[in-house]
C-alpha cells in the first residue's frame, strides 16, 4: 500500500523501497554484531573471558589454593567475613571481599567480572550450600563446587543437606576442609607436574605413592579441570597436574635424591679418567 502511494506520487522504483529498507536494517545488525567484539577488543573494553573463581572463605586452604590458581593465570577473588582471614589473604597479595557473599550488598558490590566458578570452601556448611544455590544461576550448575566438612562426612544422612544443593564436592569424596588444614599446616605443598607419554597419570601417582591429592588440571588448551567426587577427570599427555603433597612423601623423595646424588658421586673414581678412553 505504501509503495503503490509513492507511485502515484510519481516515485520511481517506489516497489523497491520495503525490501531495501529490510535489507538495511538486516545488514547493519549483522556488521555490528560481527564488528562489536573485535572493536571492544581494540578499544580494550570487553569483558574478559570468565576463567576466575570466587571463593568462600578465605581460611589458610582457601588462601592456598588462591595463590596457586593465581600464579596459574586465573582470577581469584576470596570473601569472608572473618577480618583476619580477609587481612591475610591481602597480605599474599589477593583480591577479597569483606562480607558475606549471600548479602544485598554483595549483589551490588561484588566484582564478578571474569569469574566463572565458585568454589564453597569455607568451615560452615549452610553457608557454603546457600553460596552454591545463590551463584548456579548466574555461573552455571556445572561450574559451582563445595568443599565437604568434617562435621558433613560425619553426620547422618538425614542431618546433612542434599547434594543436589552444594554441588560437586571438591577433590573428592573423602576429602574435607579439616583435613586439606591438617596437612598444610604440617607442611605439605602444592606442587604442578606435566606429564608426557613416558610419564602419565598413573606414574604420576605412583611416584607419590597414591598419598598425592590431586586438586586440578590444566589440559592442553589452558583449561582448568577440578577434580571433584563425580567428575572423573582422566589427565593425558600434555596436561600439568597441581596437587597438595604431604610433607612427608616430600622428605622421602628429598632424601631418595640425596641417596641417589650420593650414590652417583661414589661412582666416579678421581684417580681415572671418567670422560672415557
Known sequence: MFALKLEELGFVGADLLVPMTFMVIIGTV???SASAGPLANWLKVSEPEPRGVLIIGANNVSRAIAKELKELGFR???????WEHIRAARMDG???YYGNAVSDHADRHLDLVGIGRLFAM???PALNALACLRYKNELGVNNVFSLQTPEEK???????????????RLFGKDITQAKLASLISKGADIRKTKLSENFDFT?????????????????KKGNLRVFTSENGVKPDADWTIISLIPAEVLEELKQTDVEKNTSQQKDIDPNKDNMGV
Open 76 to 82: 581469584t577473588l576470596l570473601t569472608d567475613t572473618n
Open 154 to 168: 560425619e553426620a547422618k544422612e538425614k542431618q546433612v543437606i542434599a547434594r543436589h544443593y552444594t554441588g560437586p
Open 30 to 32: 549483522v556488521i555490528q
Open 122 to 124: 569455607s568451615r560452615r
Open 203 to 219: 606414574a604420576y601417582r605412583e611416584q607419590y605413592q597414591g598419598k598425592a591429592i590431586p586438586l586440578f588440571a590444566i589440559d
Open 94 to 96: 589477593l583480591k577479597t
